[in-house]
């Protein structure tokens, strides 16, 4: 199996910045998809940002310009740099990954969340 570690989380006024990591380890073929995802109470965990194998990147309307993914494949991490953070980012971010994990087996992989605090 696949685990997933967060790193980076905490407290930060608006305006200010916060940079999350993701360590992926176990039987990893390929991170086909890296991403990250936020969820606040009562809501639907929405997709944030991710970046595929091939390098290319997505982000939503509400980070456009704000964040940065990134990944580095040979030690299976990625990361999500925060700048100019808002209140409204507040919530908990989780990564995400889509794994080949062997010849024939593909699976999705969830970290364990990390909350992120923007105060005003």
């Known amino acids: 199996q696949v685990q997933l570690v967060e790193s980076g989380g905490g407290l930060v006024q608006a305006g200010g910045s916060l940079r999350l990591s993701c360590a992926a380890s176990g039987r990893i073929f390929s991170i086909n998809v890296a991403a990250w995802y936020r969820q606040v109470p009562g809501k639907e965990r929405d997709l944030v940002a991710s970046v595929l194998i091939g390098g290319s990147t997505y982000y939503s309307d509400s980070v456009k310009g704000r964040f940065t993914i990134s990944r580095d494949d040979a030690r299976n991490t990625w990361s999500l740099q925060m700048n100019s953070l808002k209140p409204e980012d507040t919530a908990v971010y989780y990564c995400?990954?889509?794994?080949?994990?062997?010849?024939?087996?593909?699976?999705?992989?969830w970290g364990q969340g990390t909350q992120v605090t923007v105060s005003a």
């Open positions: 995400n990954a889509d794994v080949t994990w062997s010849t024939t087996k593909r699976s999705d992989f």
